[in-house]
């Protein structure tokens, strides 16, 4: 081990990442897999389908998080504009009324798949 790295400055020890590095290491011929010099090749094609969970993972939470935030701005502009917020005279007032709308179409929706049997 060469040093040890923290993870958003944050020292998660024990079980901490760090650099390592080999030198002069020597590996016997029959624990070879996919012949010298492709370890990175197979290391990348391990790695592919666990890109692919967290991606999906993430995609989930940004299904629900930037809805979420874009009513929590919309929600504090209206505050924010006071009795202007509910008048034509800006386009709070209709943004306000299409996202509660969709918001409820969201809950039920979201109730009826919760009760789903799987």
């Known amino acids: 081990m060469k040093r040890p790295l923290p993870v958003f ?4 020890a024990p079980h901490r990442h760090a650099e390592v590095t080999s030198e002069n290491v020597c590996v016997p011929a029959k624990n070879i897999l996919l012949g ?18 967290h991606c999906m993972r ?17 929600d504090m502009a209206m505050q ?5 917020g509910l008048s034509s ?3 709070l007032a209709h943004l306000w009324a299409r996202s ?13 798949f919760r009760r789903w049997k799987f």
């Open 9 to 12: 400055r944050f020292d998660d």
């Open 36 to 53: 010298e010099g492709f370890g990175f090749e197979m290391a990348q094609g391990r790695l592919g389908p666990g890109r692919l969970h």
């Open 58 to 74: 993430l995609r989930d939470i940004a299904k629900v998080a930037a809805p979420n935030m874009a009513l929590k701005v919309l």
């Open 80 to 84: 924010v504009h006071a009795a202007a």
């Open 89 to 91: 005279d800006t386009v």
């Open 100 to 112: 509660r709308t969709l918001r409820i179409a969201d809950e039920l929706g979201f109730g009826r």
